[in-house]
């Protein structure tokens, strides 16, 4: 049977970068196998959950590049994908769990719950309160608030072995009777994400190993129903440098603020997949290496920590590589960049033209952007420093004539750019340095560029000549 894989994010917020990772493997064992990877919106609590933040999750999704072939906007054969729709197929299930005797409706008040608990600690402040089977055995079942709980058996051990972490195996007495159904009637989370992943197919479950102390739960309600169990894969964390949880503090943990920042999509999930998988010392990975190479006997349940500049490092070599970052890729990237600097869309070539010559540098779309906008403003902007070192009158004047030169020449290449100028400026008793040092600030308007005669190409003849020509306004 093909795997079916699943991602389950609870709408509360943005995709955060270890969500991501979970979904990732989830997404990679699919596609590697030519299975099925459903997205599936856990939005049981109302309270918490909201349809902009299921859209920012989608769109996370759509900016990684994880397509989902079963879910919301997708649709499929198992849906509705929502949990909040899903409500009257819980009802009729636990129903089906009350009258055989599985669950039971529960009608302490929070009162009376609270006061056990309260009464608990005074006897013993350590002790962990359980709730006592108070409703366990009650026969009759009047028309009250009530949740509903599991009824756990009270002695033997559920025990599976997970992918990751091997045999695990919980005594069931250390189970109290857990709560399956709220008191508005809203299911909890382990049972509509027992029933889901059953009635969706899952054939494996991979979450993050803080979800291991609920698998013997679920477990437990895969029996008490009658079902058989998916496998289980639990993954390692991602943690802050320090070892605690990853938060803000330490770094975006919104996949939406990795785009923000112009990091390339590609590159937050090679770095994200060595939270838990590795292949050999390789450190770079392309998407499609990614899902060609992943395994699960390649996870470990090592837990990481997330390190910036090792992300950033990533990053860099994913922006450089053409063969990771194809132009015409990095072109259409780096455009909101450029108009977030209010430089209108230059052409598509003339921007695929511009970005080898920055590429080597730019660790960010964003840097990128910055590095490429004086082809791009008309005049560049300038740079005192740059023109109070590099350029005075002469020098501008110089290239007023330097202009008149070229504009008779034909070819406007590189190489006959430079043997252009290098005659010019030897028949002027002058190195060539002296020329090209002034050009570049009449050009781009800074002391750094890319090589002065590529840059002349990408801006082209017309634009290049008008350029230099202005250079006496510039002093
Ligand atoms: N909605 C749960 C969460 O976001 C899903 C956990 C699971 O994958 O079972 O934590
Ligand atoms: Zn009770």
Partial sequence: MKPRLRFA???????HIGGARTALFNWLWAKSQGGVFVLRVEDTDQERSS???????LDA?????MDWDEGPEVGGPHGP?????RKAIYRELVEGLISKGHAYRCYCTKEELDRAREELKQRNPKAQFVYPGTCRNRTDQPDLPHV???KSPRDGVTEFVDKVFGPISTPNAAQQDFVLVR??????????????????????VARARDHIGNTPQQLLIYRALGWDPPEFAHLPMM????GEKLSKRHTSVSVQDYRDRGYPAAAVLNYIVRFGWSSGDQEIFSRDELVRLFSWDRVNKSDGKFDDKKFADVAFEHLKRAELTPLEEYAKNVQPFLAERGLTAPGPRTLAAAIPGIRERARTYRDAAADLDFYFREPPELDVKARDKLLNAEGAARLVELAETLAGREGWNATDLEAAVREWSEARGLAVKDVAQPARVALTGRSASPPLFEVMVVLGKERSLARLRRAPSLV
Avoid at 9 to 14: L, N, R, V
Avoid at 61 to 65: A, S
């Fill in 9 to 15: 994010p609870s709408p509360s917020g943005y995709l």
């Fill in 51 to 57: 349809i902009e933040s299921v859209r920012a999750i």
């Fill in 61 to 65: 999704f759509v900016w990684l590049g």
């Fill in 81 to 85: 994908y929502f949990q909040s729709e």
């Fill in 148 to 150: 509903v709980r599991f």
């Fill in 183 to 204: 008191t508005d009637g809203y299911p909890l989370y382990n049972l509509a994400a027992t029933i889901d992943d059953h009635l969706m197919d899952i054939t494996l």
């Fill in 239 to 242: 943690l802050s440098p320090k």
